[in-house]
């Protein structure tokens, strides 16, 4: 008998936010009013401040063995 292939499923990267939406796209950001010289986007979806990064990525990078790191935006 022919054997069916697993399904696999990814992962879902975004835990909880806005998943009442069908694709989030988040903010747009008009880096001429940022309040810092440097703000740090979250790119891993860990931060507990999404969209900003709060140093989450670390403890990921730890467990995963991945590399992510923020997106940096400078005034
Ligand atoms: Fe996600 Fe820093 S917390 S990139």
Redesign the pocket.
């Known amino acids: 008998p022919r054997r069916m292939a697993p399904v696999v499923r990814a992962e879902a990267i975004n835990p909880d936010s806005n998943k009442d939406e069908p694709k989030l796209v988040l903010h747009t950001v008009d880096v001429t009013k940022l309040s810092k010289p440097v703000t740090?986007y979250?790119?891993?979806?860990?931060?507990g401040s999404f969209p900003q990064?709060?140093?989450?990525?670390v403890k990921?990078n730890e467990i995963t063995g991945d590399n992510?790191?923020?997106l940096d935006l400078k005034k």
């Open positions: 740090s979250c790119r891993c979806w860990k931060s990064c709060d140093g989450s990525h990921h992510v790191g923020p």
